[in-house]
């Protein structure tokens, strides 16, 4: 039996945050959320016959912010996917959060329901690095939503950070991950800030002012650190867990598996195509279809973004199972590039392949260039 994750987007926010790209509508309108959900529920019943030998073993609702949703509405989207599809008793079924959207009534009726993981957005725990960011929370409503997972029963709890973000130092940054620790969530994921050109941050031009690059720089090796010294394993360039408590659904992407994606500007990667949705909300609610791209990725296609998946994980690729996954070496592609860079520092062998080191990680967008480009 094949395994399979689910991706379900909740397009819904409060409102857009000033560095947001991601496919998300400021509407709190409850008759709006209804409508979206029958659909989204009628998108899982369609697919479920094309999933018949596969076991779904994770699950995730992202947004936007899934918890604008009423908890009777994200209930009864889980209760349509244990319906439709085969899911494993012991799945990791994973729900959205921005501090200050759930309250204690409903963080006990989504884990009732069948919710076991929850990722709570914080990005920082300082009130003028929120505000430039555009979040509407405090670091007391986190600490509060944080509080009311941990009663519920959720004994699964990721939070985010951000750093290079503006009036952020390398100090606040510390202090920032410091007092989450103190929390003691199972998951941090710990992310650069990335200026899009079509969000408020990307129109602002010079007008943006953002930490050097030798601050940022600082902001991620230290925080490394800090992170390592309170018990947070980094598997991942931006993602650090306790053990055993690793994101199983984000490893899916990194791992090139199977994965169907529902909601407007949703991805998916099954059955060997890759295909993805348009951003039109209106259409979806109202039941049509609205596929924008779909591809049957080429041989060549499929190595390279295996390569640049797996090389995001710490551990790195396993040569082995690349051969035995695509039935080519892969050194005779790849290790020319990755012997130069590993001499610098950057990349390192290891007994079964070859990984980024810590410093290679900081820069693993221009290696993977090249070394992309490399194997055309």
Same mark, same amino acid.
């Given at each position: 039996?094949?395994?399979?994750?689910?991706?379900?987007? *909740?397009?819904?926010?409060?409102? =857009?945050? /000033?560095?947001?790209?991601?496919?998300?509508?400021?509407?709190?309108?409850?008759?709006?959320?209804?409508?979206?959900?029958? +659909?989204?529920?009628?998108?899982? =019943?369609?697919?479920a016959?094309?999933?018949?030998?596969?076991t779904?073993?994770?699950?995730?609702?992202?947004?936007?912010t899934?918890?604008?949703?009423?908890?009777? !509405?994200?209930?009864?989207?889980?209760?349509?996917?244990?319906r439709?599809?085969?899911?494993?008793?012991?799945?990791? *079924?994973? /729900?959205e959060?921005?501090?200050?959207?759930?309250?204690?009534?409903?963080?006990?009726?989504?884990?009732?329901?069948?919710?076991?993981?929850?990722?709570?957005?914080?990005?920082?725990?300082?009130?003028?690095?929120?505000?430039?960011?555009?979040?509407? %929370?405090?670091?007391?409503?986190?600490?509060?939503?944080?509080?009311?997972?941990?009663?519920?029963?959720?004994?699964?709890?990721?939070?985010?950070?951000?750093?290079? *973000?503006?009036?952020?130092?390398?100090?606040?940054?510390l202090?920032?991950?410091?007092?989450?620790?103190?929390?003691?969530?199972?998951?941090?994921s +710990?992310?650069?800030?990335?200026?899009?050109?079509?969000?408020?941050?990307?129109?602002?031009g010079?007008?943006?002012?953002?930490?050097?690059?030798?601050?940022t720089?600082?902001?991620?090796?230290?925080?490394?650190?800090?992170?390592?010294?309170?018990?947070?394993?980094?598997?991942?360039?931006?993602?650090?867990?306790? %053990?055993?408590?690793?994101?199983?659904?984000?490893?899916?992407?990194?791992?090139?598996?199977?994965y169907?994606?529902?909601?407007?500007?949703?991805?998916?990667?099954?059955?060997?195509?890759?295909?993805g949705?348009?951003?039109?909300?209106?259409?979806?609610?109202?039941?049509? =279809?609205?596929? +924008?791209?779909?591809? +049957?990725?080429?041989?060549?296609?499929?190595?390279?973004?295996?390569?640049?998946?797996?090389?995001r /994980?710490?551990e790195?690729?396993?040569?082995?199972?690349?051969?035995?996954?695509?039935?080519?070496?892969?050194d005779?592609?790849?290790?020319?590039? !990755?012997?130069?860079y590993?001499?610098?520092?950057?990349v390192? =062998?290891?007994p079964h392949?070859?990984?980024?080191?810590?410093?290679?990680?900081?820069?693993?967008?221009?290696? !993977?260039?090249?070394?992309?480009?490399?194997?055309?």
């Amino acid at each position: 039996m094949k395994t399979l994750g689910l991706y379900l987007h *909740i397009p819904f926010c409060r409102s =857009k945050c /000033l560095y947001c790209d991601f496919c998300s509508f400021p509407k709190r309108d409850t008759e709006l959320h209804a409508a979206y959900t029958t +659909a989204l529920c009628n998108d899982l =019943k369609s697919r479920a016959s094309d999933c018949t030998s596969h076991t779904v073993d994770t699950v995730y609702l992202g947004g936007g912010t899934p918890t604008l949703l009423s908890p009777a !509405l994200l209930n009864q989207i889980l209760d349509t996917i244990h319906r439709c599809y085969r899911v494993s008793q012991n799945a990791e *079924i994973t /729900l959205e959060c921005n501090p200050a959207t759930a309250d204690r009534d409903a963080m006990f009726s989504l884990r009732r329901a069948g919710f076991n993981r929850i990722s709570i957005g914080l990005q920082s725990t300082h009130a003028k690095e929120l505000q430039a960011l555009g979040r509407l %929370h405090s670091f007391s409503d986190f600490e509060s939503t944080f509080s009311d997972a941990r009663d519920a029963g959720f004994e699964n709890i990721s939070a985010d950070l951000m750093f290079g *973000i503006p009036h952020q130092t390398a100090e606040s940054y510390l202090t920032s991950i410091q007092r989450l620790s103190e929390l003691s969530p199972e998951h941090i994921s +710990a992310y650069g800030l990335t200026v899009e050109p079509d969000t408020p941050f990307g129109k602002m031009g010079d007008r943006l002012i953002l930490p050097d690059e030798e601050e940022t720089e600082k902001m991620y090796f230290v925080g490394i650190a800090l992170l390592s010294s309170n018990g947070y394993t980094q598997y991942e360039i931006s993602n650090f867990a306790k %053990h055993g408590y690793e994101s199983r659904h984000n490893l899916k992407y990194w791992n090139c598996e199977e994965y169907l994606g529902f909601g407007p500007a949703a991805y998916s990667d099954f059955g060997g195509s890759r295909f993805g949705n348009s951003r039109d909300l209106v259409s979806y609610v109202e039941g049509k =279809k609205i596929l +924008a791209e779909s591809e +049957a990725p080429s041989s060549m296609e499929r190595i390279n973004e295996y390569v640049m998946l797996r090389l995001r /994980l710490v551990e790195g690729l396993d040569t082995e199972a690349f051969f035995n996954r695509f039935g080519v070496n892969f050194d005779p592609l790849f290790a020319p590039v !990755l012997h130069r860079y590993e001499k610098v520092g950057f990349v390192r =062998k290891t007994p079964h392949g070859w990984a980024f080191t810590a410093k290679g990680f900081y820069v693993s967008n221009h290696i !993977l260039s090249e070394l992309l480009d490399f194997s055309k």
